[in-house]
C-alpha cells in the first residue's frame, strides 16, 4: 500500500515535470536553447521518474523499464546535443 | 593477455545487453546471444583502455541526484537569458580514449542546466548554460560600482 | 488467456492516461506555429517521445507485457529516426 502511494506521488512529480517542461515551447520569446533545457526537464528527467514510477508499480517489468530508461537517455543526450550544434552554428 | 580480457569483457557486455533485450536467461537464449554475439563485427577493441572508463562509469552514478537538483534551479529562474561558457574537458577524455570523451559530454548534456554545444578545440568544450536576466544586472551594476 | 480482472484500470490510472494525452498535444500545437526546421524535429521528437510513454504506461497499468514492449519499440524506433533526420539537418 505504502509503496503504491510513493509510486503514483513519483509519478504525478514526473507529469508536473513534463506540464512544465512542455509549456515554454509554445511561447515565441524564447530562445532555442533555453526551450531545449526545458525539454531535456520534460522529456528525460520527467519520464525517468515515470519509469522508476513504473517500476515500483510492477517489478516484474524490468527488464523492459531498464532498457527503456537507458535507451531514453542516451538518445536523448545525443539529441540535443545535436541539435545545439546546429542551432549554434557560426554564420 | 591484455587482448583476451578486452574481447571477454566486449562479449560479457554484448550478452548483457542480448539477455535484457530478451529478457530470458535460458540455455538455448544465451547459445543464440552468443552466436549474435560473434557475427557482429568487432571493431578495433584493442584500443579500450579500461583504466579510463572505470572511473567515468563511477561518475555517473552521482547525476540522479545533480539531475533533480538542477531541475529546480531551472524552474527558479523566471527571465532566462543564454549564457555560453567554456568548460575543460576531463584529462581522461583528451588522453585520447573515446568512451571516455563520450562519458564527459554525456555527463554535461545529461543534466538540465547545461548543454554541449561545440567542441571549441581539443581540450575545451562550449557549454550553454541559462542565466537569469536580473542576476546578471546586479552583477554587472556591482562591477561598475566596484570601478 | 486474458483474465478480465487485470484488463480493467483504475480511475486514478485513467486520469494519468488522459493527463498524459493532454499534455503531448502541446508539441503538436508548438509545430503548427513555429518556422524553424530545428526547432520542429525538437518538438516531433518530443511528441513521439510522450506517445511512446501513454503507451508504456497503458500496457504496464493494464498488465500485459505485450502492449510494453510495442511502447519501447516505439521509443527507440522513432527516436533514431529523429537523430537520423537531425544528423541530415546538420550536414546541410
Same mark, same amino acid.
Given at each position: 500500500?505504502?509503496?503504491? /502511494? ?27 536553447f ?8 520534460? %522529456? ?10 513504473l /517500476?515500483?508499480l ?6 523492459l ?9 542516451l ?12 542551432? %549554434?552554428?557560426?554564420? | 593477455?591484455?587482448n /583476451?580480457?578486452r ?5 560479457? /557486455?554484448?550478452i ?36 579510463a ?6 561518475l555517473?552514478l ?8 538542477e ?13 555560453f561558457t ?36 581539443? %581540450?575545451?568544450?562550449?557549454v ?6 536580473? %542576476? ?12 | 488467456?486474458i ?7 483504475d480511475?486514478?490510472?485513467?486520469i ?23 526547432e ?6 518530443s ?15 493494464r ?30
Amino acid at each position: 500500500m505504502t509503496i503504491t /502511494f510513493v509510486s503514483y506521488a513519483i509519478l504525478s512529480l514526473g507529469l508536473y515535470f513534463w506540464i512544465w517542461g512542455t509549456l515554454p515551447i509554445l511561447n515565441k520569446e524564447h530562445s532555442i536553447f533555453y526551450k531545449l533545457h526545458t525539454l531535456t526537464v520534460a %522529456d528525460s528527467v520527467g519520464s525517468l521518474l515515470i519509469v522508476v514510477a513504473l /517500476f515500483l508499480l510492477a517489478p516484474q517489468y524490468w527488464p523492459l523499464l531498464l532498457v527503456t530508461a537507458i535507451s531514453l537517455s542516451l538518445w536523448n543526450t545525443i539529441f540535443s546535443y545535436i541539435l545545439g550544434n546546429i542551432s %549554434d552554428r557560426p554564420s | 593477455m591484455a587482448n /583476451f580480457t578486452r574481447l571477454t569483457l566486449v562479449l560479457l /557486455f554484448r550478452i548483457t545487453c542480448w539477455c535484457l533485450v530478451t529478457s530470458s536467461i535460458e540455455t538455448t537464449n544465451l547459445l543464440t546471444g552468443l552466436v549474435v554475439c560473434l557475427l557482429i563485427p568487432f571493431g578495433d577493441f584493442r584500443r579500450l583502455k579500461m583504466r579510463a572508463l572505470i572511473p567515468e562509469i563511477l561518475l555517473i552514478l552521482r547525476l540522479p541526484y545533480d539531475m533533480i537538483k538542477e531541475c529546480f534551479e531551472l524552474m527558479l529562474i523566471n527571465d532566462p537569458i543564454d549564457n555560453f561558457t567554456e568548460e575543460k574537458v576531463n584529462i581522461r577524455a583528451t588522453s585520447g580514449s573515446k568512451f571516455a570523451e563520450f562519458f564527459d559530454l554525456f555527463r554535461i548534456t545529461f543534466t538540465p542546466m547545461s548543454l554541449v554545444t561545440r567542441r571549441e578545440n581539443s %581540450d575545451v568544450w562550449r557549454v550553454h548554460l541559462v542565466a537569469s536576466a536580473s %542576476d546578471v544586472e546586479t552583477k554587472v551594476k556591482s562591477k561598475e560600482s566596484d570601478k | 488467456m486474458i483474465n478480465s480482472a487485470i484488463a480493467r484500470l483504475d480511475s486514478y490510472q485513467y486520469i494519468v492516461i488522459y493527463v498524459m494525452l493532454l499534455i503531448s498535444l502541446v508539441p503538436v500545437l508548438a509545430v503548427s506555429r513555429t518556422n524553424s526546421t530545428t526547432e520542429r524535429i525538437a518538438y516531433a521528437s518530443s511528441f513521439g517521445n510522450k506517445l511512446a510513454f501513454i503507451i508504456i504506461s497503458f500496457g504496464i497499468f493494464r498488465g500485459d507485457w505485450m502492449i510494453g514492449c510495442i511502447g519501447a519499440f516505439i521509443l527507440i524506433v522513432g527516436d533514431a529516426g529523429m537523430l537520423i533526420l537531425s544528423l541530415l539537418e546538420m550536414r546541410i
